[in-house]
């Protein structure tokens, strides 16, 4: 035993001279470490399918011959839901003036058209014959009650069964509830709305909504944000199949790997969703497995590491419209990490997590802004790691904490081409963590001229600008879109206790990005401004790119 630790001990000291490479080191083949350095799949970029909706035809009888058809009064009879306020504007103009056939026609689409803007998408108005003699004209106005919800285009229950419960309620339709009800049929996995168009069919209002759906899904991607001891080169693959035991359900499943050295890192996970209610909430049960056998520098000393965990996760739609959108998120997650070096262990990590999380979207000042604020709980429950355990991933660390953290991202449109975009990731914790819980900086969102992680910490505040210009279609035929940029990124970690591994780290970077069709790629130059990277011990610039494609 005293032989063991002793080679340990000694391996340490001959790779690390301080406690920071230490831990960046041993941070590199921790599989549930390395895989948060993966980019985000970076779908093709087009706008989300569109809320259209065809306003129904305004209903138009005319009033019985008669001359003059003068009215000195106009009253909207029907849809009390809705303040007569609404129509004076629409009014006005045609009190006191000769009503001819059009006029007539112009006073029902004004007086329709106010209830629309009122929040009644599908309000029709007529006028029926009538003779005038008391000099009252009167207009008829349905607010728009759906009598029923068709989805065509592909078949799919569980649109049927959110569109009829949200809709077709007997009370009149505001157009806030019909958004909520469109973007939640387009929230299923592999479901995008095309149309929705209203109708009215003997007196009834039916509301079309065309669908497209694709039961399989697939993406994959090659790109060079490795390091010398992890890659460089990996290759990620994503995989979904959709109505597979029921409709809305889906099983996802992604694999990251270094292809051209297969030992140095592999990565699963699966993930089952299933709807749990006609309102947008579903539940989630995914696990994974993950193993790291870094080369270069730690070849030698054969260290290994493997990941396991599983979580179980509810995720419920808040607010959903076209100007903003809020989910609520809890999820329970347990984890074990564990590391070998040269054959001894060296690290074992075991933690219970129960986290709760709000994220969305919103439209902020002249952008729109995208984030989540998240309060993660180390549970105390029997087996997790203690303060003071043998072979933990840090000597002070503990898996009974909180932590208190954020995700944020501001784009804002400039000029005609230009745009901005601002993001911030931040984290405060109770106490000092196990390594997989702390905040890093360093990799592609936050000084992207160093690896994933080259400074971690207990608590931590990240930041980044970045200016782009899209230069749209600049060969027609081959790229269908093209962008540059230009940002500055950055962070600051530190441990409680005055741990060692934090840091700051500051970095630049220009890029290009090109598209076509469901084909992306990226070239990126980014340059360490504070500090030598990790692998090379120096300043120079780190070259990037990225290839992906959806299929």
């Not at 419920?316 to 070998?340: D, F, Y």
Request: charged residues 20%.
């Amino acid at each position: 035993m005293r032989r063991g630790l002793g080679g340990i001990l000694l391996a340490a000291a001959m790779f690390c001279a301080s406690g920071a490479a230490a831990q960046v080191g041993l941070n590199q083949a921790d599989p549930s470490i390395v895989v948060r350095s993966l980019p985000k799949p970076a779908a093709p970029a087009v706008e989300p399918d569109p809320l259209v909706i065809t306003e129904p035809s305004t209903v138009i009888g005319l009033a019985r011959t008669g001359t003059p058809r003068i009215a000195s009064a106009i009253v909207v009879i029907g849809a009390p839901e809705i303040a007569r306020s609404a129509f004076a504007e629409a009014i006005m103009p045609y009190i006191g003036r000769d009503l001819p056939a059009a006029a007539l026609s112009s006073l029902a689409s004004d007086i329709a058209n106010g209830a629309r803007k009122a929040g009644y998408p599908f309000a029709s108005a007529w006028v029926e014959p009538q003779t005038m003699a008391d000099g009252i004209l009167r207009v008829k106005l349905d607010a728009g009650t759906l009598s029923a919800v068709r989805v065509i285009g592909a078949n799919n229950a569980l649109a049927d069964r959110l569109l009829t419960k949200s809709l077709v309620t007997g009370r009149a339709v505001r157009r806030e509830t019909l958004e909520r009800a469109i973007l939640l049929v387009g929230d299923i996995p592999g479901v995008s709305v095309v149309e929705s168009r209203y109708i009215r069919q003997d007196g009834f209002g039916i509301l079309l909504v065309t669908i497209k759906q694709d039961r399989v899904g697939a993406y994959a991607q090659v790109d060079n944000r490795g390091s010398t001891e992890v890659g460089p080169i990996r290759s990620t693959v994503l995989g979904s199949l959709r109505g597979l035991l029921q409709p809305g359900d889906e099983l996802g499943l992604i694999s990251a790997q270094t292809p051209f050295q297969p030992s140095e890192f592999f990565f699963v996970r699966g993930r089952y969703t299933s709807p749990l209610s006609a309102a947008g909430t579903t539940l989630s049960v995914s696990g994974s497995y993950g193993r790291a056998h870094p080369g270069a520098s730690l070849l030698p000393l054969r260290v290994i590491g493997e990941s396991v965990d599983g979580s179980l996760s509810l995720s419920m739609p808040l607010i959903r419209g076209q100007k903003k959108s809020m989910w609520a998120n809890v999820e329970l997650r347990g984890l074990r990490s564990h590391q070998t070096l040269l054959g001894s262990d060296l690290r074992d990590d075991r933690l219970a997590t129960l986290t709760g999380a709000l994220n969305g979207n919103s439209r902020f000042g002249p952008g729109v802004l995208r984030g989540s604020v998240a309060l993660v709980a180390g549970l105390p429950v029997p087996g997790v790691t203690h303060e003071g355990d043998l072979r933990t991933s840090r000597s002070d660390g503990d898996a009974r904490f909180l932590t208190v953290n954020y995700d944020l991202e501001w784009v804002v449109p400039l000029a005609s081409r230009f745009s901005i975009a601002v993001s911030s990731q931040a984290q405060i914790a109770s106490r000092p963590l196990l390594a997989t819980m702390e905040i890093g900086v360093g990799g592609p969102s936050f000084g992207r001229g160093y690896d994933y992680a080259e400074r971690t910490g207990d608590n931590g505040i990240l930041g980044g600008a970045e200016l782009r210009m899209n230069l749209g279609r600049v060969v027609r035929n081959v790229i269908d879109r093209a962008q540059i940029y230009g940002a500055v990124d950055g962070g600051y970690v530190g441990n409680l206790r005055n741990g060692s591994g934090g840091g700051a780290l500051l970095s630049t970077a220009a890029g290009l990005r090109l598209g076509r069709g469901r084909l992306d790629g990226m070239l990126e130059v980014a340059l360490p401004l504070n500090e030598d990277r990790f692998d090379t011990r120096n300043r120079q610039p780190r070259i990037s790119f990225r290839l992906s494609r959806v299929f």
